[in-house]
Every structure is written in structure tokens, then in C-alpha cells.
């Protein structure tokens, strides 16, 4: 099992910036893709950003540029700073992690709010 822990979210307004962590536990050994994804309001859950163990990543469109994902492997930790944020980045961000082993694990959610 992994065990994940995010902290991060919270309220700004239009073009304020956030930063979200992802601390895993546990069953480390095997993790190979980390990533964030969002859930706003009566949508699906979406892919915001991944990062693979090699430092591979993949952005969702809408938040190239502005969204920055990173892994400290040594933490165990991945972070995505979110810059220029809008009202429409709004959602529940959801921390998931790959194991090669067991498979996908995913936080229990933060949210984030972008609104003046």
C-alpha cells in the first residue's frame, strides 16, 4: 500500500499563485509515474500534470506555462507550483502515484479556489 498525504490547497484570486505537495509512504519501492489530476463541479476527473521517475512530464493543455510539476525522489514527494491561476482552475486536485507492483494509489483531494 501507499499511503499519500497533500497539502497546498486553498483560496487566491485571478493570477495568484499556489503550491501543492504530495508526500507518499509506504510502499514506495516501484513508484514510477506521480502526478496530479482535478475534479471541478459536475465534470470529470482530469489530468493536470505528470512526472515519470526518469523526470518525464506531461502537462494537460490548459496548464502549460503556467503550472510547473516536480519530484524529489528522495522525499518521495511530488509538487506542481500552479502560476497565473483562473477561476476555471478551480477543482478538488487530486495527488496519484503508479507502483510498478501494486498499482494506482490516489490522495484523498485538496481544494483549490480561484476567485476575487
Known amino acids: 500500500q501507499v499511503h499519500l498525504v497533500e497539502s497546498g490547497g486553498g483560496l487566491v484570486q485571478p493570477g495568484g499563485s499556489l503550491r501543492l505537495s504530495c508526500a507518499a509512504s509506504g510502499s514506495i519501492f516501484g513508484i514510477y509515474v506521480m502526478g496530479w489530476y482535478r475534479q471541478a463541479p459536475g465534470k470529470q476527473r482530469e489530468l493536470v500534470a505528470t512526472?515519470?521517475?526518469?523526470?518525464?512530464?506531461n502537462y494537460a493543455y490548459s496548464v502549460k506555462g503556467r503550472f510547473t510539476i516536480s519530484r524529489d525522489h528522495a522525499k518521495n514527494t511530488v509538487t506542481l507550483q500552479m502560476n497565473s491561476l483562473m477561476p476555471e482552475d478551480t477543482a478538488v486536485y487530486y495527488c496519484?502515484?503508479?507502483?510498478?507492483?501494486?498499482?494506482?494509489?490516489w490522495g484523498q483531494g485538496t481544494q483549490v479556489t480561484v476567485s476575487s
Open positions: 496519484k502515484v503508479t507502483n510498478a507492483i501494486s498499482g494506482d494509489y
Open positions: 512526472i515519470a521517475s526518469g523526470g518525464s512530464t
